[in-house]
């Protein structure tokens, strides 16, 4: 048996319409000879077979796109079905062998079938060439479409965008008469060599020139000496080490560097979360009660299970998502410094052990002595400073990570229900994503998610 | 050592005359170059040396003698030929383009083509705009070829022995307004053509010139000098590809740059030295770089139209005078 | 029937076989996408390409087109590098920089796959200037199709070659259509041999669907040539079966047309005459597709095997290397 696939007609054909069968099942063919009348977007073609043998199955009808490389028949290719005088057309078709059964013309139109799915997802022409284009494993990437297939909004989710105009950082203009004095660069660099400030120096009209910097340091005899530069200090790296400041700033300088951030924020009522969890807790020993900053991590990993655009890291210019929910939890160390502690598998743990997590991990960490095993790599973080009394976080991306979830303290605040105004207890919940990986409209289903979930808490068990 | 007073023209004329006694492969061919001794006269004197074999007069067919120096380079001579004036070299643009400069990478490294093609450039003469363009940025362009362009008595002596040595395509351009120029030539031996000359030295700024501007550039660091401003000026030599270093170790004593280029400002060469400098040496500008170009208007040929359209040494001076301050 | 010609029939046919074979199998190769690029088919044309280079001797020249793995095959090239630059591969005749268009093999004196139309034919001239100016009795052939009539480069090197009395042999593969436009649509004078006369050079018209005839009338001419005639024309009349660059709709031809030309399609007209003669043999014929078979697949399973260029070499091959 061998397949006759849409051939590529050219470099750039995706796709192509079957738009008439030149044989029917049944028919013999010999190798080259035209099958079909093949549309692309440039022409009608007419495409033969390279196989000999007889048609036994058309597996696209007529008026069908399919990518190329779709097979669009079986040809049985067994010696006792393949003519036996190749070069002599006119050559009778030899009797039915048992291995080609021979349809009739009526059996052809029943047997019409869509094309048999490959082992791969299968994804649309134009889905492959963005693929290619933005250099994405199809294979890595998580469909969501019909049959998790990759869908043309996944690739474009997955795909590096330039900041849209409207959300490029607008510099306003200096208003006349304040406007900061232009320096050239080699007047910067002479200024840090020679020690001048360039804040107090009164420039002219023009531009700030080496000239203006080297008579404003024969005017500073106090401050000539040439500053002492500084060398970072560098003390030995501990790995993830408590209080590495150096580690820390690397890491969020990279982050501020090389991430186009794009923040999303919204509030969530918990007046029904909290409810949940008074009764949920009075069923349990003091030692085992669940805080709210759990029912938060949970709706956290649930969402981010969901979407998973947000959930993974961005290596070698591509989105990567993560199998697994990692909930990396930022946590503040005494003495000052970050450690981020992590739970693996965070959407799959029941509520009790999640609140474990966050109990022991946390307690670990402040304390400055984590397991190695707790700082794995996580796949987004949350960071909660809600206890230090912040409303609203705007966070940094871990890189990797392609997003980062903060909630503020839950206040109670003036909040409308169904057109009656009541005290609710709230939170506000924000998202900093990589706008490399994914766009708003992303980011907006996660806190939707989150807040979903929130107003079920019973399924946050 | 002597030296001898002589001209661009004769240098040019002696340089090809000592690479075909030498070299019984090199030989010239383009249009007029025997009989009538050169548009230029610069092959003078050449056919009754050497004979119509060597100094071959070809029909006007720029795309067929171009592209039959190219088949002859790679079929083992060393050819020279000339193309009366830059402006038809655009005939033969196919055949510098996609063959001289691309036969090699195209063949995996098989085919090289060593060839030497002159040709007239610049404006100057008012000839109008078909005869007094100045392509060289084009040219320089293009990778696979390389560029050179004599501005003294020496260079134009010395450059083309090493581009006849050279295993690939060198395009030689001569500004008309250099033939007639008079020099002391010393030793008159093959000169390097890798790297960019200091032709006067300064403190204050760079003056970034080649061809037929390095002579503007230098009158106008005379005029400087005399204001009290220090110019440096550099003769690019090879324009592709360019000196980087020479560049930069100037740019970082001076910590200005004016590029001068007898060509249009888009899109130009003095855009491609502008944005190199940008690029390397950024954080010792002590002003933005300028350019001295062409006026972006097809050569006019009433005089004042043509002189006010060129680069001038009143316009490099003004530029200098708007930096330096 | 000397043994002579049996043993030219022979050869002469299994040069067009391993041609047709080899682009069969490369119009698979492509529809899979194993190849890329243009690439530009010459079934049907095979009778040109086994004539024409069959007259050449190894230190002749050849300047070709974008259609050229006929030219390059027959020329010499090993199948084996032409399949392993389709495939882009560090193996291919010019290490998967030149792809179909741009076959070079500097040791066989193939100067390539030129992709400008008529853009080959000033390079030609110059190889025969060279060889003329060292006395080297060498001919330059110069294969171009009937758009390249239309170039001002054509002219320009048909008066040059004659005026200078190179070792050229023009050789003009008239397929009739410039792409889409046939051949009365594009030219004024469609004999395109009496206008290579007017350049005072001498043509012939050949029928180029006949090996025999082509391989003859080449012979000739090139032997003309080193007699020092100066340049000679070859207008080779032949068809390709196929699309320009692997497949178009044919709107602007005939089917009828087509059909008529692949009547006269070279291999079946000279398996016959063979044949007729006691020349072939059915086991001789299968013998020869099986070796060209062989050969095909083992240049295809070299391809897939072969490396690639690395990325790092990206800029090789842009000024020689000097050591």
């Known amino acids: ?58 597996l696209v009808p007529e008026g069908r796109s399919v990518p190329v490389g779709t097979p669009l028949a079986v040809i049985t290719t067994d010696e006792a079905a393949a003519p036996t005088t190749p070069g002599r057309p006119d050559a009778p078709a030899p009797p039915d062998s048992a291995a080609a059964p021979v349809h009739t013309g009526d059996q052809a139109a029943t047997t019409l079938e869509p094309p048999t799915r490959p082992a791969t997802r299968p994804t649309t022409p134009i889905v492959r060439h963005l ?32 900041p849209r105009p409207a959300e490029r950082p607008q510099t306003p203009p200096h208003p006349r008469g304040q406007q900061a004095p232009r320096v050239s660069p080699y007047a910067r660099k002479l200024a840090a060599d020679l020690g001048v400030d360039l804040a107090a120096l009164h420039p002219g009209d023009g531009p700030v020139t080496a000239a203006d910097i080297r008579a404003a340091a024969e005017q500073q005899p106090a401050q000539r000496q040439p500053a002492q530069r500084q060398p970072a200090q560098r003390r030995p790296v501990k790995a993830r080490g408590v209080d590495n400041r150096t580690a820390i700033a690397a890491l969020m300088s990279r982050a501020n560097r090389d991430i186009p951030h794009y923040h999303l924020a919204t509030t969530v009522d918990l007046d029904r979360a909290l409810a949940w969890l008074r009764e949920h807790n009075k069923a349990l020993p003091v030692a085992e009660r669940v805080l709210p900053a759990a029912l938060l991590l949970k709706a956290t990993a649930l969402a981010a299970a969901a979407v998973p655009e947000l959930n993974g890291h961005w290596v070698d210019g591509a989105l990567q998502p993560s199998s697994t929910v990692d909930l990396g939890m930022a946590v503040a160390v005494r003495g000052g410094g970050l450690l981020v502690p992590v739970l693996p598998q965070a959407d799959t743990l029941p509520l009790a052990e999640i609140m474990r997590g966050l109990r022991e991990q946390a307690t670990r960490a402040r304390s400055g002595r984590p397991r190695a095993s707790d700082l794995g790599q996580a796949s987004i973080t949350v960071t909660n400073l809600g206890d230090l009394g912040v409303e609203v976080v705007h966070g940094v991306i871990h890189p990797p990570q392609v997003a980062l979830v903060g909630f503020g303290a839950v206040v109670e605040r003036p909040w409308s229900v169904d057109g009656l105004l009541g005290v609710r207890p709230v939170v506000t919940v924000t998202l900093a994503a990589d706008h490399r990986a994914t766009d708003g409209a992303v980011g907006a289903r996660f806190l939707h998610m989150i807040d979903n979930s929130l107003q079920t808490p019973e399924e946050l068990l | 050592m002597t030296t001898v007073r002589t001209t661009y023209r004769e240098a040019l004329r002696e340089a090809m005359r000592s690479a075909m006694r030498e070299d019984e492969r090199v030989f010239l061919m383009g249009e007029d170059v025997g009989r009538y001794g050169g548009c230029y006269a610069v092959s003078l004197g050449l056919l009754e040396e050497f004979g119509p074999d060597r100094i071959r007069d070809t029909p006007l067919s720029e795309s067929a003698f171009v592209g039959a120096g190219i088949g002859a380079a790679i079929a083992g ?6 193309i009366m004036t830059v402006n038809f070299s655009l005939l033969a643009l196919d055949q510098i383009l996609n063959n001289a400069a691309t036969l090699l990478h195209m063949s995996g490294g098989q085919i090289a083509v060593p060839l030497v093609i002159r040709m007239t450039t610049g404006a100057g003469r008012q000839l109008a705009a078909q005869h007094s363009h100045s392509l060289e940025g084009w040219y320089a362009h293009i990778p696979g070829l390389r560029v050179i362009s004599p501005a003294t008595v020496a260079d134009a002596r010395g450059m083309l022995a090493t581009a006849l040595a050279d295993p690939d395509p060198v395009i030689m351009f001569e500004h008309n307004s250099l033939y007639s120029v008079e020099g002391e030539l010393s030793d008159g031996g093959p000169v390097d053509i890798d790297t960019a000359a200091v032709r006067r030295p300064g403190t204050d700024v760079t003056l970034i010139s080649y061809g037929g501007t390095v002579a503007k550039a230098l009158d106008a660091a005379g005029e400087l000098a005399d204001a009290g401003i220090s110019a440096e000026v550099i003769d690019l030599r090879t324009l592709r590809p360019l000196d980087e270093r020479t560049l930069l170790e100037s740019v970082g004593r001076t910590h200005r740059a004016v590029v001068v280029d007898e060509g249009w400002r888009s899109g130009s060469l003095a855009a491609e030295i502008a944005a190199r400098i940008a690029e390397q040496a950024f954080y010792q500008l002590d002003a933005p770089v300028a350019r001295v170009c062409a006026a972006e208007v097809p050569v006019p040929y009433a005089a004042q139209l043509e002189q006010a359209a060129l680069p001038q040494v009143a316009d490099i001076v003004a530029a200098v005078r708007a930096m330096v301050g | 029937m000397t043994t002579a010609d049996a043993k030219t029939r022979l050869e002469l046919l299994t040069t067009m076989l391993r041609v047709r074979r080899f682009e069969e199998r490369c119009v698979e190769l492509y529809s899979a996408e194993k190849i890329r690029g243009f690439m530009h088919l010459c079934i049907g044309e095979e009778a040109v390409s086994a004539g024409v280079l069959r007259a050449l001797g190894p230190l002749d020249a050849v300047v070709s087109t974008y259609r050229e793995h006929g030219h390059a095959l027959a020329r010499g090239l090993p199948m084996a590098a032409v399949m392993a630059e389709m495939f882009g591969r560090a193996t291919g005749a010019s290490h998967g920089r030149g792809g179909s ?11 390539g796959g030129n992709a400008i139309v008529a853009g080959g034919l000033p390079v030609a001239v110059g190889l025969a200037l060279a060889d003329r100016m060292r006395d080297r009795p060498t001919v330059t052939a110069c294969l171009f199709g009937d758009g390249a009539v239309a170039e001002g480069e054509f002219h320009e090197c048909m008066n040059l ?25 594009e030219h004024a004078v469609t004999d395109l041999a009496l206008r290579a006369s007017s350049y005072g050079m001498r043509s012939w018209a050949v029928d180029g669907m006949d090996a025999e005839a082509v391989a003859d009338v080449a012979a000739r001419a090139v032997d003309t040539i080193r007699g020092g005639s100066g340049p000679c024309f070859l207008e080779l009349s032949t068809y390709r079966f196929r699309a320009h660059s692997m497949y178009d709709s044919d709107r602007y031809r005939d089917k009828a047309e087509i059909g008529a030309w692949k009547r006269r399609d070279p291999i079946p007209a000279l398996t016959e005459l063979m044949r007729a003669a006691d020349q072939l043999t059915d086991e001789d014929l299968a013998g020869i597709e099986a070796t060209i078979g062989e050969e095909i697949d083992t240049a295809v399973a070299a391809a897939e095997q072969a490396p690639v260029e690395p990325v790092a070499d990206l800029t090789r091959f842009v000024y020689s290397e000097r050591t």
């Open chain 1, 1 to 58: 048996m061998a397949e006759f696939v849409m051939p590529s007609l050219g470099a750039d054909m995706e796709s192509g319409t079957v738009t008439e069968w030149l044989v029917k099942p049944g028919d013999l063919v010999r190798k080259g000879d035209v099958v079909a009348v093949v549309d692309t977007a440039k022409a009608a073609v007419e495409v033969e077979c390279f196989q000999s043998g007889r048609v036994d199955r058309l």
């Open chain 1, 131 to 162: 693929a290619k284009e933005a250099g994405l494993d199809l294979a890595a990437l998580h469909g969501t479409g019909a049959g998790g297939a990759v869908t043309r909004h996944d690739i474009e989710q997955a795909t590096p965008h330039p």
């Open chain 2, 77 to 82: 001579m060393r050819p020279i030929v000339e």
């Open chain 3, 101 to 111: 268009m741009h076959l070079f093999d500097g040791e066989r004196r193939f100067y």
């Open chain 3, 161 to 185: 070659a004659a005026l200078w009395r190179l070792p050229v042999l023009f050789c003009c593969e008239n397929n009739r259509y410039a792409m889409g436009t046939a051949l009365e649509r």
